[in-house]
């Protein structure tokens, strides 16, 4: 089938689910479990992971801002990332909060990039005493200067349903059974970015 150019509806969005908590152990891994389950179960998206945590950049450094200086990397380990975000066609963040913003190992991976996100949408899935929702809307205001289309819907794990997350058992497919209907909603507005925005970029 050389050269027949897929319809944007054939399209299957690559989404890379951020993991923002850097610490050990971490609440993350709870709803990690749970959403790579849940993502894994469709057929209309691909998902990889890219773990802060894991990721061996150093703080930011560089003498030109990556807005102006376009895939200009410094290192392996931030070429390695780089490309791994080139490949994404949407994100979707799990977000940690921490002093009522998001983590700061999150923000140095954005600062360090600017065209592998831009014209790509963002989802939020936040976990926090108010459900994250502090440093999701910090977030807003960081991917949008990045150039990206934020999704409205959000998913959100509160402080009150930590310990029954942290049981597991019934307990905690309890929380995570009542989030699954706006985790449809959340990745189906994603997803429709998604293939919009992959369309207009190839465009
Ligand atoms: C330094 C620090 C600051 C925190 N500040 C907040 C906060 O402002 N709001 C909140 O809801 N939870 C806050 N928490 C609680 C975290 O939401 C909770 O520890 C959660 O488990 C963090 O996610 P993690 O374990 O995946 O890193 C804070 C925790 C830490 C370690």
Redesign the pocket.
Known sequence: MSGVVPRMSEVVPRVALVV????E?????YPLTWLLERLGTRDDLEVSVIDVRDVALPDYNLPKAPAHAQREYSSRAERALGERLDNADAFLFLV??????Y?GALKNVLDHYFAEFEHKPAAFFG????G?S??IEQLRQVVAELNMVSVRETVHIF?AQ?PAVREGGAAAAAVFDALEQRLTVMLDHLLWWARALSAARDA
């Open positions: 923002g908590s850097t610490r152990p971490r609440f993350a891994d940690n909060e921490y002093n009522h913003g983590g976990y926090g005493n108010v994250g502090r440093a402080g930590f």
